[in-house]
């Protein structure tokens, strides 16, 4: 190494080392549309001079080809990365940036302030520390605007600085800056923020976002730059005990078996007494494992792998947790959600919970409210549309680990995942299990339903038939059960139109009251089944989501879904009750097939086209169906 390497090479370290004794401040900026928040960050860059030489000359030239501030440079189009931002002009994708200044160093989230991306503003705020909430002051406090800063203060940020923007085109006017720094504070004030300060900037100009600006002597608090570097922002989680979401069980060979996780929270170290959360059984730590060689001890942030002394059953999804100050264990919580889907959050619909490391099915079991952006007011709803956000009672398959949201933020928040797109739907902060979930356990009792079953000579199971009022669905159930009680089998028929004259009769045919019906009878034909009998159930159901929570009700094989394929037209022709009548004249809101889907199954047990074939002949299609099951599977009692 010659001595100019040398020294480059000291200096390199020498600056490195520097840069680590910094604190660093996690950002996002946020608001509205067209606010300024991409020129702002490119202002800050280009200001503390870290935009390099070929990254300013690409610059000028997009500002040519894609800018919206004339022969000016668009500072915008440095965090606008994709191709479809810069030729619209917005922000799709969260744009992160790292810069640092002598006093500090920074990590700043660009999110988008369109509606339809606010699942993108949230993933940003979900890490920051600080929102620089943007506002024109020409078009002041935005609906936007106060969604943003609900999240902010929802995902748990706890500072805001209220950047009011484009104070140039109002001639710097006091005024202006005063009425919205006022309304500001004041819808703000029940947000649980710590400090919020208010900032008058142009970001196209540079106006108090580094420097002073002399266009406004009346401001006489800091830059925003200045404001950023000093403001004290607690080290989250600093306290908080141990825990590691193990995310994988790691076992190279028969001698080693090791948890492996990134440390959410706390510090741990050889020879500490750990415990499993979902299990109870404690161990203690005989090894702490990294990339980098073995460590005596590890904190928040480090991933590692942990061997314990003892051998205990842990399996992704667990939590390794001090026995101290173990987390929460349950099936049921409340939680705030934020909803990003298309189609709107309905309760009783089932959908995947996934939190860092553990999935399973979940259910909405209870919208207690949702809020009002405006006033931020607690509002009855039946269901949470796209942006929405509200609290919910929820129900998992199986229970899982986690903290209060607002005790750790890693550990207390999940995404809601649509069960057939795959794709987020909505993010969750929980607040705190339910106690039913503690209180109530499932009472195991001595006769189970293959006791029963035997008594009947049968094996249990439900037959769901479903399709478009009108198909025949119910002339063919009768028809089997029919068929099935000569044979000797117990069987009940589960009639869509029955259930409402009793158990149902308080609901109504809205998407939410379509979902809770089949909740409720999938739960009786459950009940049914593992009384031992063979059911029968003759319901529309029209959407595939509540098909398969039923379905999952039941063990493998036993729930047989039975599509009763008539066209439309043909229901329409048939219409036994007249309702396709009325609803061709509009006189029925949400009929099926008219004014709400049906959606088809897309591989049913059986199908059953009904065109040119009499009752009698489909019911036996299934009875056959039902005799060639029990004999593949030799499972019919003897």
């Known amino acids: 190494m010659t001595a100019a390497s040398a020294d480059a090479t000291a200096r390199l370290q020498d600056y490195l080392a520097d840069q680590e ?18 020129t702002l960050i490119g202002r800050l860059l280009y200001d503390t001079k870290l935009i390099l030489d070929d990254q300013l000359a690409a610059l000028e030239r997009d500002s040519a080809r894609h800018g919206t501030t004339g022969a000016e440079t668009d500072f915008a189009l440095l965090l606008d990365g994709l191709e479809a ?9 969260v744009a992160y940036r790292y810069f640092a200044t002598a006093q500090r160093r920074f990590i700043v989230a660009d999110t988008p302030g369109h509606e339809e991306y606010t699942r993108n503003m949230a993933t940003g705020a979900s890490t920051a520390d600080l929102a620089v909430v943007l506002v024109d002051c020409r078009q002041g406090i935005l609906q936007q605007t106060r969604r943003h800063a609900f999240i902010a203060s929802l995902l748990g940020i706890r500072h805001v600085v ?12 006091q005024s202006v800056f005063d009425a919205n720094a006022n309304e500001f504070r004041s819808f703000a004030h029940g947000l649980d923020f710590e400090t919020i300060a208010a900032i008058p900037i142009s970001a196209r100009y540079g106006d108090n976002v580094t420097r002073p600006s002399e266009n406004m002597p009346w401001y006489r608090g800091t830059t925003l730059l200045e404001h950023l570097e000093s403001v004290v922002v607690a080290e989250r989680d600093l306290d908080n005990p ?9 076992r190279p060979d028969q001698a080693f078996r090791g948890f492996s996780g990134q440390i959410a ?5 050889v020879g500490d007494e750990i415990v499993s959360a979902k299990s109870g059984r404690t161990s203690k730590v005989k090894s702490i494992v990294t990339g980098d060689g073995d460590l005596h001890d590890a904190g928040k942030g480090q991933a590692i792998t942990v061997v314990l002394e003892d051998e205990i059953d842990i399996s992704r999804g667990d939590m390794l947790a001090p026995p101290s100050d173990r987390p929460e264990v349950a099936d049921q919580f409340m939680a705030h959600v934020i909803w990003f889907g298309a189609e709107p959050m309905i309760p009783g619909r089932t959908y995947i919970l996934r939190t860092e490391v553990d999935s399973v099915g979940a259910t909405v079991t209870t919208l207690k409210y949702h809020v009002d952006i405006k006033n931020f007011a607690h509002e009855a709803a039946k269901s949470l549309h796209m942006n929405e956000i509200g609290a919910c009672n929820i129900a998992t398959q199986a229970p899982i680990a986690f903290d209060r949201y607002q ?4 550990t207390g928040n999940f995404v809601l995942i649509d069960r057939f797109t795959n794709a987020t739907i909505g993010a969750g902060m929980i607040d705190h299990p339910l106690r039913r979930a503690t209180n109530i356990r499932w009472q195991a009792l001595d006769i189970d339903r293959h006791a029963r079953a035997a008594l009947k000579h049968q094996k249990p199971a439900v037959l769901w038939l479903t399709g478009l009022s009108g198909a025949g669905k119910s002339t063919i159930a009768n028809t089997l059960e029919k068929l099935l009680h000569a044979k000797g089998l117990h069987t009940y028929v589960l009639d869509g139109d029955n259930v409402r004259h009793g158990l149902n009769r308080d609901l109504g045919f809205t998407p939410e009251d379509r979902v809770e019906n089949i909740r409720r009878i999938a739960e009786v034909a459950h009940l049914m089944t593992q009384a031992g009998l063979i059911v029968i159930v003759s319901v529309i159901s029209p959407f595939r989501s509540e098909r398969q929570m039923a379905r999952e009700l039941f063990e493998p094989g036993d729930f047989i879904e039975i599509f009763v394929d008539t066209p439309l037209e043909e229901c329409a022709r048939r219409d036994p009750k007249g309702l396709y009548k ?3 004249a509009g006189e029925l809101a949400n009929f099926t097939g008219i004014s709400s889907p049906y959606e088809r199954p897309d591989s049913p047990e059986i199908r059953l086209q009904t065109l040119g074939h009499e009752p009698s002949e489909l019911a036996m299609q299934i009875e056959s169906y039902l005799e060639n099951r029990s004999t593949r599977r030799n499972n019919a009692v003897e």
């Open 582 to 584: 009325k609803a061709f």
């Open 242 to 250: 141990f825990r590691l979401p193990v995310q994988l069980v790691s």
């Open 265 to 269: 929270s706390g510090r741990i170290a």
């Open 21 to 38: 004794q910094k604190s660093l401040l996690r950002f996002i900026t946020c608001g509205s549309v067209d606010d300024g928040k991409s």
């Open 162 to 173: 209220l950047a009011v923007n484009k104070i140039d085109i109002v001639g710097y006017d």
């Open 85 to 93: 931002e810069r030729e619209q002009g917005i922000t799709i994708d």
């Open 407 to 410: 005790d750790n933020r890693t």
